[in-house]
């Protein structure tokens, strides 16, 4: 007899043991030392598999990349992204999980000397196997599996928040090294044109028509701009280091930005933006998705009034051997009963269901504080935005070219004498900051135009009307050629600096006077 219940215990417990051992997430052997055959309870207790080694430097990123390819390369090896992928992954196991009946009970008695055994009318037991269900009241398990689908949104939610972060620090750190690019090019054209003015002057000091003073200004200026391209390498560094962070490869990657892609027109109404940010917002999904969670678990906490029932049946092996009743028969018994829980706890019901009420509100009053912060957050973000386009438009359109008119006309000055050298390097100090300036407030409206379109839940927060690229970008990036001049009212570019008034005749002409 002990050998039978023996053998009815390893054929009930066996399916559950060997499910156990292969119910393991196959990513999970990723965590283990070796070739994956360490035990499970292993991989728990200590975190295997973590590499030491230094971050690679990828061959297929050492040149120049485009936004869109690293936006989606963060996206793919980003620890986080995929850390809240798997969180959605195991919340949505937890669904099923919630809504299914808690496993049957097996109970199995056995009495090995009938002498021993219970004594009943058919006879004595000598083995009695009982098997009990628990099954809850009417909409526990329903009420429970709504609100673990409602952990799912806030966790699928939460990953999209995650994304969009990820996407606004990878646009940001691509717009920083691009346009830190685009101030190395500006600064250096520019310290062309000092090297052709600084050749003019040591003509014009070697025929006697300069002082010493003015050589020696230049050499001080030239010297200013060689620490500001200092400053300007180091800046691209610190962005290339950023960038190659984000992508997850050796900061010793030389990345470059490469060429943008167009994409113009005006920010969107700011009443839109407000709409949009308020309908598709991750956070604010977080937060619905809280409240229906917890609202489920208000209405789980008032169903515990009611009591669960427990059906139970059993089965007893009945014999004859040592009976005491004389009309024993050896019939094996068969019985049948349930039995139901008694909620007289109310304090504890009570209190249940207050403290889920309360977390119910307690998430609506989250959810409007960040509604009234991300209309706060769309607004500033939506100002600083205009604020930036506004001043990189002035400084492109209208300062700069005037700048330049001015600089060309210092420079005519200067040939005649009719015009001071102190006022013509001022001129072209004034210039050179006016460029460097207009590329910064550029860079700090893209950054601006990536945050807004996190806080708005993604998507374009510009227009569909496009608009021509400042030429200034394009080229600084592309290959430098000269230009042969600047009309009053074109964009501004950087070689077109070069060629802001005729310092090679200037040039010609004094050597042609030694």
């Known amino acids: 007899m002990v050998r039978k219940t023996a053998l009815i ?3 009930v417990l066996l399916p559950g043991c060997r499910a156990a ?9 990723d965590l283990r030392s070796g070739d994956g055959s360490e035990s499970v309870r292993a991989v728990r207790v200590r975190p295997a598999g973590v590499s030491r080694e230094l971050s690679a430097v990828r061959s297929e990123f ?9 936006v989606q390369e963060c996206l793919r090896q980003h620890g986080g992204v995929q850390a809240a992928r798997k969180r959605v992954e195991a919340a949505a196991r937890r669904v099923t999980v919630a809504g299914s009946l808690q496993d049957p009970l097996l109970e199995v008695d056995n009495w090995p000397t009938a002498a021993r055994s219970p004594q009943y009318a058919s006879g004595r037991m000598t083995n009695e196997v009982m098997v009990s269900q628990q099954v809850p009241w009417i909409g526990k398990r329903s009420s429970q599996a709504c609100a673990a689908a409602a952990e799912v949104q806030a966790a699928r939610a939460e990953l999209s928040a995650l994304e969009l972060r990820v996407t606004e620090e990878a646009r940001q750190a691509w717009y920083e090294l691009y346009y830190t690019q685009l101030m190395l090019g500006v600064v250096h054209e520019d310290r062309l044109v000092l090297e052709d003015l600084l050749t003019v002057a040591e003509a ?10 003015e050589v020696l200004r230049l050499q001080a200026e030239q010297s200013s701009v060689d620490a500001e391209l200092l400053r300007l390498q180091q800046s691209q560094e610190s962005a290339r280091a950023e960038l ?19 994409s113009g027109g005006d920010p969107l109404e700011l009443q839109e933006l407000y709409e949009r940010a308020v309908r598709q917002r991750p956070e604010l999904q977080v937060m619905l998705a809280e409240i229906q969670r917890e609202q489920h678990l208000a209405d789980r906490a008032r169903l515990d009034y009611y009591p669960d029932v427990t059906m139970r049946m059993g089965w007893g092996r009945m014999t004859t051997e040592g009976s005491m009743a004389h009309g024993a028969d050896g019939v094996d018994n068969v019985s049948v009963g349930f039995g139901v829980n008694v909620p007289v706890n109310r ?7 207050h403290a889920a009420e309360a977390g119910a509100v307690a998430a609506a009053r989250d959810y409007e504080r960040l509604k009234n912060e991300t209309q706060r957050d769309v607004k500033q973000l939506f100002s600083q935005a205009i604020s930036q386009r506004d001043s990189s438009e002035l400084l492109r359109d209208s300062v700069i070219p005037k700048t330049e008119q001015a600089l060309r006309a210092g420079l005519r000055g200067y040939q005649v004498g009719a015009t001071d050298f102190a006022d013509v390097i001022a001129t072209w100090r004034e210039l050179l900051k006016f460029h460097v300036a207009q590329l910064q407030l550029e860079l700090q409206y893209r950054q601006t135009l990536a945050s807004l379109e996190r806080v708005v839940g993604g998507g374009d927060v510009l227009s569909r009307v496009q608009q021509q690229q400042p030429e200034l970008e394009q080229s600084a990036v592309g290959a430098g050629g000269e230009s042969e001049g600047v009309d009053a009212g074109a964009a501004s570019g950087v070689t077109e600096v070069r060629g802001v008034s005729m310092l090679s005749r200037l040039k010609q002409n004094y050597r042609r006077a030694e």
Request: glycine residues 10%; aromatic residues 2%; hydrophobic residues 40%.
């Open 204 to 213: 014009r000091y070697e025929t006697g028509r300069a002082g010493q003073q």
């Open 62 to 70: 050492a040149g120049p990349v485009s936004l869109e390819s690293v």
């Open 21 to 29: 051992r292969t119910a393991v997430d196959p990513q999970s052997l």
């Open 347 to 353: 304090g504890r019901l009570r209190a249940s269901v």
């Open 9 to 11: 215990l390893l054929i």
């Open 244 to 262: 190659a962070g984000l992508l997850q490869v050796s900061p010793e990657t030389e990345l470059t930005a490469g060429e943008m892609a167009e």
